[in-house]
């Protein structure tokens, strides 16, 4: 339910698309909404923020390009996914039903993101940081050599890495982007195989960022992402 929503405050004329999304995640978020529960109208928005309605769309129309709010003809905005302040302006989600080419669009993010963040904790790096990502990476292959897949402790694998960078946008944006990333850990095409070959690769990237080899760093998760690559092309023949 939408509940009191007398906590809403009006907003200053500046940036006002921006502001009203903060104070609609806000709500959201102390408010305890669930998925599935409805939004405030635009009414009550705009009476409540001191903005106008066409403002309200907009921040209803970006929601809805995000995944998070989906207008109802004749019964209001529905709340799709649960969102704060903090992450309302890149909860990032694919159509995955079109899934070789979500996991190639993702797979650019991936590389801009994790070829860099490799590096960043090749240098950054502190003695606490090591037995983290040592544990992540000793559960995955444990868990891989068990299954002979391991895809929900290769992404933490790769949280630790980000961590080890000790700067926080590097694991925001993972955490934002979990739901597509994801897409990657599912057996996408229905092959538990899906990426097997980059696994030894994993061992060498840890090592090279400990070892703070930047270049190596860099080479170990092209190489990882290059598999995946190839593997999202072949197998969606």
Not at 153 to 160: R, T
């Amino acid at each position: 339910m939408a509940g009191d929503i007398s906590s809403l405050e009006r907003i200053p004329r500046v940036d006002r698309v921006r502001s009203v999304m903060n104070a609609l995640a806000d709500h959201i978020e102390r408010a305890g909404m669930k998925p599935g529960d409805k939004l405030p109208t635009e009414r009550e928005l705009s009476l409540a923020l001191g903005v106008g309605r066409s403002t309200v769309r907009e921040v209803i129309r970006q929601l809805q390009a995000l995944g998070v709010a989906e207008p109802r003809v004749g019964s209001g905005t529905f709340l799709m996914r649960t969102i704060s302040p903090g992450t309302v302006h890149v909860p990032l989600s694919l159509d995955m039903s079109h899934l070789r080419d979500a996991l190639l669009q993702t797979l650019e993010v991936r590389r801009g993101l994790e070829v860099e963040a490799s590096a960043v904790a090749a240098l950054r790096h502190t003695a606490e940081d090591v037995p983290l990502m040592a544990a992540t990476l000793a559960e995955m292959e444990r868990v891989h050599l068990d299954k002979g897949t391991a895809g929900r402790e290769d992404l933490a694998f790769h949280l630790s890495i980000y961590d080890a960078t000790h700067n926080p946008l590097f694991p925001r944006l993972l955490e934002q982007m979990r739901e597509t990333f994801e897409g990657f850990f599912d057996q996408p095409f229905d092959r538990p195989d899906f990426a097997r070959r980059s696994f030894p690769f994993h061992r060498e990237l840890f090592e090279a960022i400990v070892a703070r080899n930047v270049p190596l760093a860099r080479e170990k998760t092209y190489a990882i992402l290059e598999i995946v690559e190839e593997d999202i092309k072949d197998m969606s023949r």
